[in-house]
């Protein structure tokens, strides 16, 4: 297959199975195994910042680091990179059509195949160390099928409970499946259902139970946020998002739980996370900000944090979501910060549509288009800050429509 008709076939089977039948029959056949140091990480919400932040780190100490994150923003390409540098299209079609055969054969699906395209590009690489970023859950996530030398759980929440669960403990159950023998698990502020159940899962695993510790004295200045992390002092990171303080001092305690077998000097730390910028996450272009904010706990965490990034200008919000997410919580949360709220949708078969925002209408306007709304809000702002939200898909899809008008 050439690459258009293999994003098509990869579009075709993004079919939503949650299971892990097919994969462990098609990696059997396939005497698939993956023995490098990893870690691995699945959450709620902070999973790709975290990943993010560890990959800058190391590679910041100097270590060949392999990473893995989901979803990608424009192409499959995206979620693989060695050193920072993603997987060519060409290796990707080529990995791709090697294995078509038994793609086919066992009816796997996109992230099914696009997790094991990634795994065989960074076994290639043999990198000294691998990030690797569950895509949801983790017990039978595609990409629960290796041995970390440290699981980490940023946060649990409920979120999509047709697949994970009905409570925040049966959430934690599924994203405790990725604890294994012996293995240190490492987790963020957890709600008491959720910790006790992990610390369970834990005890009967003999995996070491580590809670991150508070951070303190965060404060903005002109280069960025800065923070107190355990002993280290005055750590800077470029980012307005209030949240992600959070999802770093995540990587500052992996990297100290790991010390022993992956050293990493302060110098190197420090500088790893002040390079590590991410898209997409309190992210400006001009008067527009993007945040992928896509579940209650993310939308609070964002809308506490308009102070910081505001700057005492008024916020008009752009807002698109799937259909599963809970946006009776998300838009009341924005609407508390915001000046007022917009809804639309976008090109994607999971996303809301005007009759899914039926019981929302009286209370916030809906456009179509959202080119057309977001246009519109320019001009009637110009000099406001307009934040577009809701869903990682559709900030990402808004962003290239800027970026491309910009060019």
């Known amino acids: 297959m050439n690459r258009d008709e293999i994003l098509s076939y990869l579009a ?20 698939f195994s993956f023995s490098l140091p990893a870690i691995h990480i699945t959450g709620s919400n902070g999973k790709g910042a975290t990943a993010h932040y560890l990959e800058s780190i190391y590679r910041a100490a100097g270590y060949n ?56 590009f960074i076994i290639s690489k043999r990198p000294d ?19 970390p030398i440290l699981s980490i759980i940023t946060t649990v929440s409920l979120e999509h ?3 994970l669960g009905r409570s925040v403990s049966e959430i934690a159950q599924n994203k405790g499946g990725i604890i294994k023998e012996e293995v240190p698990v490492l987790t963020g502020e957890l709600d008491e259902a959720a910790k006790v159940t992990l610390m369970d899962m834990a005890k009967e695993l003999n995996a070491t139970y580590h809670i991150v510790s508070d951070y303190h004295f965060a404060h ?9 992390y355990g002993e280290r002092e005055d750590i800077v990171l470029h980012s307005d998002a209030d949240y992600e303080l959070k999802n770093a001092s995540l990587a500052i305690e992996a990297v100290d739980l790991l010390a022993k077998e992956f050293p990493v000097k302060d110098e190197a ?18 008067n527009i900000v993007f945040d992928g904010a896509h579940n209650p706990e993310a939308v609070d965490a964002l809308a506490k944090s308009f102070p910081s990034f505001t ?36 090109d994607h078969p999971r996303a809301r549509g005007e009759m899914d925002y039926f019981l929302y209408m009286g209370d916030y306007p809906y456009v179509e288009n959202y080119q057309d709304a977001l ?33």
């Open 12 to 31: 075709e089977h993004d079919n939503g199975r949650y299971d892990r039948d097919h994969f462990d029959e098609f990696l059997a056949k396939e005497k």
């Open 65 to 120: 680091v392999a990473s893995y994150r989901s979803p990608y923003l424009y192409s499959p390409c995206e979620m693989v990179a060695f050193n920072g540098e993603t997987i060519s299209e060409e290796t990707f079609d080529n990995l791709f059509n090697v294995y078509l055969k038994d793609f086919q054969k066992f009816d796997l699906s996109a992230f099914e195949i696009e997790t094991f395209i990634a795994f065989m």
């Open 129 to 147: 160390i691998a990030i690797i970023e569950c895509g949801m859950g983790g017990a039978v996530d595609a990409t629960n099928i290796f041995t």
């Open 161 to 163: 409970t047709s697949y």
């Open 220 to 228: 903005h200045e002109a280069d960025g946020q800065h923070f107190q």
């Open 269 to 286: 730390l420090r500088a790893g996370l002040i390079d590590a910028e991410l898209p997409l996450h309190v992210e400006r272009i001009g």
């Open 311 to 346: 700057n005492g200008k008024t916020v008009h919000v752009l807002f698109a979501a799937f259909r599963d997410k809970n946006i009776a919580v998300e838009l009341p949360l924005l609407g508390t910060y915001s000046a007022d709220i917009t809804l639309t949708t976008f």
């Open 375 to 407: 246009k519109d809000l320019e001009e009637k702002y110009p000099d406001d800050l307009i934040l577009v939200t809701g869903s990682i898909a559709f900030a990402a899809l808004v962003r290239k429509f800027v970026m491309e008008r910009k060019a």
